[in-house]
């Protein structure tokens, strides 16, 4: 089946890779500052790459631009002005930009330069409002420089504000875990990002495993939160992801839609469809191999069907509602009879709901969801 790829949304990721200090439980690429910030020559590098990938995407809109990283409020909002006024030069900016900051780095005066500078969305990593737990997180920031960052984010124009909170924690109580939300809320954000604390390979806390909750414990933690969210009026559209006032977040939508998205700065990573082909790549991952390299085009592999199909799976599946089944053809270019055998086995599991429109995962399904994407391997 051919792609449409004018059908396609396509969404710009930008990583900013420094933070004051790696926490144990990050697995993301992001490196610790040890020196100066780099900024204008990481900002020149940015741009070569932005200008070496603009044949990929000429013509086609952006629905969504993400500042990750990494620690991106350690830039300068003349920094993050530069790079829009660079985009805005060759395709017009879309509707929502988001960057996500650090209690620990930002004070108002800086988050009134990211407002002016074009960012419409922020996204405060939080994690806990529990100084204990922000310790053993590793956070820089404590519980009162958590509430400022809030205020000063409000006081700079703000007004859709995503805060990231972690439950799961070691010697975590389920009235800890409703504190933190219950304070978060009282913050009125448009957004939270709720999502449980896992260990990853590459992190301090693989090394060094702190005691987490059981299994059956975390599950009650997580459903007394979520029938918190849902009393004060948030939708639980994805796996970690809750809006109010139906103001989801279009760029990681964008994502679990299997949307294409072009990624620039260290180790981001891209998926662009061209030609019936859903090509993947992704830069340099240390900063200063990216700073070498980043006016170069890099290598692109071209997705098998079966990783499409996994891929699909795997994002689509993350949302409450599902996809729709046209989705799957429209974004892979694959019949979906190719996979009915599989769906029809998820749903007589009762995993997926038997609905011949909607690719739905059941009240089960969201439970055990590893299990049900693992069939579609």
Known sequence: MPIITANIPLSLYIHLPWCVQKCPYCDFNSHALKAALPEADYVRALLADFDAQLPLIQGRPLVSIFFGGGTPSLFSGAAIQQVLNHVAKHVAL?????????????????????????????????????????????????????????AAARKAGFDNLNIDLMFALPDQSIDDALSDLQTALAEAPTHLSWYQLTIEPNTLFHHQPPVLPSDDFTLEMQLA?????????????????????????????????????????????????????????????????????????????????????????????????????????????????????????????????????????????????????????
């Open 94 to 150: 879309p509707p929502e930009i988001t960057l996500e900051a650090n209690p620990g780095t930002v004070d108002e005066a800086r988050f009134h330069d990211f407002h002016l500078a074009g960012v419409n969305r922020l996204s405060l990593g939080v994690q806990s409002l529990q100084d204990d737990k922000l310790k053993t997180l590793g956070r820089i920031h404590g519980r009162e420089a958590a509430l400022r960052a809030i």
């Open 225 to 377: 939160g979520q029938a918190l969210l849902k009393e004060k009026g948030f939708q639980h559209y994805e796996v970690s992801a809750y809006a109010k006032g139906g103001l989801r977040c279009a760029h990681n939508l964008n994502y679990w839609e299997f949307g294409d998205y072009l990624g620039i700065g260290a180790g981001a990573h891209s998926k662009i469809t061209r030609d019936d082909q859903v090509l993947r790549f992704m830069q340099p991952k240390h900063p200063q191999s990216y700073l070498r390299e980043a006016h170069h085009a890099p290598m692109m592999q071209v997705v098998s069907a079966k990783d499409l199909v996994f891929e699909f799976m795997l994002n689509g599946l993350r949302l409450s509602e599902g996809v729709p089944v046209s989705l799957f053809s429209e974004r892979t270019g694959l019949e979906i009879s190719l996979i009915k055998k599989i769906i029809d086995s998820a749903v007589d599991r009762g995993l997926l709901e038997n609905n011949s429109q909607q690719l739905k995962p059941t009240e089960k399904g969201r439970l055990f969801l590893n299990a049900l994407v693992e069939m579609f391997l």
